[in-house]
């Protein structure tokens, strides 16, 4: 199980970090992911990351802004947001797979298959 959490309602150009906690003792052999639902859109890609944290990928809206991190220790992702504007509203979900032996991180929503329940992020002008 994953546990999202540490959305909120900010302003512009605020910053804020994301948490997943997973549960259960395989999370350092699971590829994560950020996902965002935005109101009367299709769930999107925001930012992935390798089961080593190695390798990350984040969708072009993201670069630059916003780090994926992991700590396998504390079977936690982090999605750290800076400079967040309007359209980063929505609800963020994290998502896991089991990893696979290549550095391919999946961007389709439907590659992953374990899902936290979302934390709503709110940015205002």
């Known amino acids: 199980q994953l546990q999202a959490s540490g959305g909120g309602s900010v302003q512009t150009g605020d910053s804020l970090r994301l948490s997943c906690v997973a549960s259960g003792p395989t999370f350092s052999w699971y590829d994560m992911a950020w996902f965002r639902q935005s109101p009367g859109k299709d769930r999107e890609f925001v930012a992935g990351?390798?089961?080593?944290?190695?390798?990350?990928e984040y969708a072009d809206s993201a670069k630059g802004w916003f780090t994926i991190s992991r700590d396998n220790d504390k079977k936690t992702v982090y999605l750290h947001m800076s400079g967040l504007r309007p359209e980063d509203t929505g609800i963020y979900y994290c998502?896991?797979?089991?990893?696979?032996?290549?550095?391919?991180?999946?961007?389709?929503?439907?590659?992953?298959?374990?899902w936290g329940q979302g934390t709503q992020v709110t940015v205002s002008s």
């Open positions: 998502a896991g797979r089991s990893a696979i032996l290549t550095d391919i991180i999946y961007v389709d929503a439907s590659k992953y298959y374990s």
């Open positions: 990351i390798k089961r080593n944290g190695r390798w990350t």
